[in-house]
């Protein structure tokens, strides 16, 4: 390649005027132009890279693309390095500079250029490709005007058109006909083909204008649409067109808790629900985007109350406890984490596993009613959380979100006994009857699988911009912005997760608070029973919040805040037991005169119930209400409460074993096992309230219809 010089006395071209070179000095130029006889004075850097600067006369070098040589046919590479050497030797005598001496018949000190292009024509056609003084002649022009590039055979370089040599207007009809086709169901090419062609005959009309062959005119469609978003499945072509117009831009988050998504999912696992029947449970997660840490990860029956929506926030702020059975390497003590540091600022860290604490400010959620609801609005404010509800059936818009479910899926699900697929085309057949997994024991090997396997995994996308190569986990990348940003998770008050709890208002009478056949009593309450309101003489009713998970105690709002209060029979039962287990039992023991006694023989039977259960005795449905207890006590592990922080959160009571049911014939009416009305129990200041005559003439004809398990058990087998 030559190389293009400025020399005194050459007329360019530059700023659309022509000038002759009057005076080179140093870095900068004299110029005078041409018939005014204006003078300029031009810096020489700013000069020849002027888009408009030329030399007139003089092609300006052109760098060849280089690069595209890999890009070739070995065979065409091949050819062009060949007379690349062929060229070098016939100008320089040698194939390689600093090579060895030069042929006789290449020697420039013996030989004219003439000789030489002579003596290398005659030697490639005396190899067998036939080569003429004109040819080897171009050749060495090209080469000295774009380097080995000008060696190529360019017809091979040709850009091609991805419709090939088709007709443009069928090309036009054919895109026209996808663009029309877009957002309808999904049809057949065949079917496409037909609307093209009638489109032809009514633009050109009939025979003026072939359609291509089938398999032409298939690999025409796939040239056009691919990528567009005009083929595929209805679902595909709907997800196509939701996202934003090109260029994307970067959804930015600096500091943990910057921007949090949350969404639901039904997870790929069959699992044994509470009730005992197989399904899939709802996945609700919240992911932090700065991080990727996962700050909170739910499992549920399908479809998931306000409530647990809104308690998912409560946890997200709250530290991951350490289970019995996890290795001490999952502790955050154990971690990259400045653990010695947070724990000064923060004692909820003692004893938590490795998963980021993490308050959100933004929370951006779909158009669910779960997120969208009175009760996760207010439980937003509530912790001062910003929402940010994203455009109906827009996946792009909270895509961290999505991409972490397939994650998921693909890193846990996957192993998990009864996993189904992503879809019916994966299922595997069978499926319900590896299903062995109750909903607890699910959760705990996701929240296991969450601090072992997700935060301790490199994730591809936390890079820092001038670290390219350096990938980073989900802990380590929130213990580098926690210590960059200088931002520490400020807990809420230990009133938050109370707050979000489901509420009742409820009478303070002397024996306590009572409600569905529940009593709650303690010191605390002494000074407010038997109040009434001032003017009225009716009864006072207080602020009430309990867990339908864990009915072990409730919290009742008093003048000075929150009070926990524990039910007076809960060392009566020694495993974990929810609300739907307690009005089970209800329904099992005869109502007695004398109602603490009645409540006593529940609590004891209650025990009984769960004993059994834990053996693998009692009816099934008796085995189905103590896989509701484990599956509700599962929430209560994962979410202590705040003012027990002293107490030690490792014990966990022993899990109750749940099996996958197989065959199992037709429960008995519930009408008939069920003893008692379910609903709410009035207070009354007064006293107890005594069943009426009608009540208890319903009660005395339900007596004989009380369920005695084992006579239940001998009867359905």
């Not at 049809?187 to 093209?196: I, M, P, Y």
């Not at 603490?596 to 039977?605: G, K, P, V, Y």
Request: glycine share 8%; charged share 25%; hydrophobic share 40%.
């Amino acid at each position: 390649m030559t190389r293009l010089r400025l020399t005194v006395g050459d007329q360019i071209r530059w700023d659309g005027r022509t000038w002759n070179v009057a005076v080179l000095e140093g870095a900068s130029a004299r110029l005078l132009e041409t018939g005014t006889g204006a003078v300029a004075a031009v810096a020489l850097p700013h000069l020849v890279t002027d888009p408009g600067f030329e030399v007139v006369g003089a092609d300006r070098p052109v760098v060849a693309p280089l690069a595209l040589l890999d890009a070739l046919p070995d065979h065409v590479r091949d050819h062009a390095l060949a007379w690349e050497r062929h060229v070098r030797e016939v100008e320089s005598g040698t194939t390689e500079p600093g090579g060895e001496a030069p042929r006789p018949q290449y020697d420039p000190a013996t030989r004219t250029m003439a000789q030489r292009e002579a003596a290398k024509a005659a030697e490639l056609t005396g190899a067998g490709v036939p080569t003429s003084m004109a040819t080897v002649r171009r050749m060495r022009a090209r080469y000295r005007e774009r380097g080995v590039w000008g060696l190529v055979d360019q017809r091979t370089t040709r850009p091609r058109s991805p419709v090939g040599r088709a007709d443009p207007r069928v090309v036009e009809a054919v895109g026209a006909v996808l663009e029309e086709q877009r957002g309808r169901s999904t049809g057949t090419l065949s079917a496409l083909r037909d609307r093209v062609r009638w489109l032809l005959e009514d633009l050109y009309g009939p025979g003026v204008v072939a359609v291509p062959p089938q398999s032409t005119f298939n690999r025409l469609v796939h040239a056009l649409g691919d990528g567009q978003g005009v083929l595929g499945s209805a679902v595909q072509q709907r997800w196509h067109a939701s996202r934003p117009e090109p260029p994307f831009g970067a959804t930015v988050a600096l500091r943990p808790g910057e921007l949090v998504m949350m969404d639901s999912t039904p997870l790929d696992v069959l699992a044994v629900m509470a009730d005992g029947v197989i399904g899939r449970p709802e996945l609700t997660i919240a992911i932090d985007v700065a991080t990727r840490a996962i700050c909170a990860a739910v499992l549920r029956p399908p479809g998931s109350s306000t409530v647990d929506a809104a308690v998912l926030l409560a946890e997200m702020v709250a530290p991951m406890r350490m289970r019995p059975g996890w290795g001490a390497v999952l502790a955050m003590q154990r971690s990259v984490v400045p653990y010695e540091r947070l724990l000064s600022l923060d004692e909820r860290l003692e004893g938590a596993a490795a998963r980021p604490v993490i308050v959100p400010e933004t929370v951006v959620v779909d158009q669910g009613r779960v997120f969208v609801s009175a009760s996760f609005l207010a439980a937003c404010e509530t912790l001062g959380v910003s929402l940010q509800p994203v455009p109906p059936a827009n996946g792009p818009a909270k895509g961290h979100v999505e991409r972490t479910f397939k994650s998921i899926n693909h890193g846990f699900c996957q192993y998990v006994a009864g996993y189904t697929g992503s879809n019916t085309t994966e299922r595997g057949s069978g499926v319900e009857d590896e299903a062995c997994w109750t909903l607890p024991q699910l959760q705990d090997f996701l929240d296991e699988w969450m601090v072992a396997g997700w935060h301790a995994r490199k994730h591809s996308a936390l890079r820092h911009p001038l670290l390219p190569h350096l990938a980073l986990s989900p802990i380590e990348m929130w213990a580098a912005l926690v210590g960059v940003t200088g931002y520490v998770p400020v807990p809420p008050t230990s009133d938050s997760h109370i707050e979000l709890l489901p509420v009742r208002w409820q009478v303070i009478n002397d024996y306590g608070i009572r409600f569905d056949y529940r009593t709650y009593d303690g010191k605390a309450l002494n000074g407010f029973r038997r109040r009434t309101v001032y003017g009225t003489g009716e009864a006072q009713r207080w602020e009430v919040h309990y867990n339908p998970y864990d009915p072990a105690r409730i919290w009742v709002r008093l003048p000075k805040g929150f009070v926990e209060v524990p039910w007076i029979h809960a060392t009566e039962v020694s495993l974990p037991f929810t609300d739907y287990t307690w009005r089970h039992v209800r329904a099992t023991v005869a109502r007695a005169s004398d109602r603490d006694a009645h409540e006593l023989a529940l609590a004891r039977a209650l025990d009984a119930l769960l004993r059994r259960a834990g053996a693998g005795e009692g009816t099934r449905r008796e085995r189905t209400l103590a896989a509701r207890a484990a599956a509700g006590q599962a929430v209560a592990l994962r979410r202590p409460d705040p003012r027990d922080a002293d107490a030690p959160s490792d014990a966990a009571a022993p899990p109750v074993q749940a099996g996958p049911p197989g065959e199992q014939p037709a429960e008995p009416d519930e009408d008939l096992v069920l003893g008692y009305d379910e609903g709410e129990d009035d207070d009354e200041v007064d006293g107890e309230d005594a069943p009426g005559a009608a009540t208890a003439q319903v009660l005395s004809a339900r007596a004989s219809r009380l369920l005695n398990p084992h006579e239940e058990a001998a009867r359905w087998l």
